[in-house]
């Protein structure tokens, strides 16, 4: 199974090469993932940005996803269901392409790695500074990020386990926890391998 995850930047692709270091280490050689990094992605040229890759370079790819931060859109009051509707319409080679939305930021989603103290913590600071309502800039969230997860550096990926994937999928899924990531759909297909 090769998987292309298209990213907005970086820190996706670190957290991707998190993955594959994981997979190499549990023995889980049936999977490997990409990141194609999507430079100057915005909310106005997301589709174009995706659906200029050509076909032909991404035959050898058996599933595709695009991974965004949603907090850009709430910002300019786009709907989730439009951008997912219109990443789903593009298909490379036959093959349908996914949407993958953290809500809001990678920070919220890196939080769901963490124990329930850090993320009840990150909750509270969020719920203070009204983050669903009208998601902070990263010039605000960042330093209040830091206080909670000690030298976290913007881009940064905590090394996975299995341990931690397990916890972000229970955290995901956890109604009480307002953080979630579609990103949960690559997190399984990982957890199967190893």
Known sequence: MRICIFCEGDTEK???????????????????????????????????????????????????FVWLDFDIFKRANKNEGEIEKNINKISFNKKSVQALLNHMNREDFIILHEEESKITEWKNICNKNKHFDT??????????????????????????????????????????????SDVKKVLEIVLKQI
């Open 135 to 180: 998601p902070m800039h990263s010039n605000v969230y960042l330093p209040l990020f830091k206080k909670i997860m000690k030298g976290y550096a913007k881009g940064g990926t905590p090394e996975l386990n299995k341990a931690m994937i397990e916890k972000c999928i229970k955290n995901i899924d956890d109604s009480s926890i307002p953080f979630k």
């Open 14 to 64: 670190n957290y991707i090469q998190s993955l594959n270091r994981l997979l190499r280490a549990e023995g889980g050689s049936d999977v490997t993932l990409t990141a194609k990094h999507l430079e100057g992605v915005n909310i106005n040229n997301y589709y174009q940005k995706v659906k200029k890759n050509k076909a032909n370079e991404l035959k050898y790819y058996t599933s595709f």
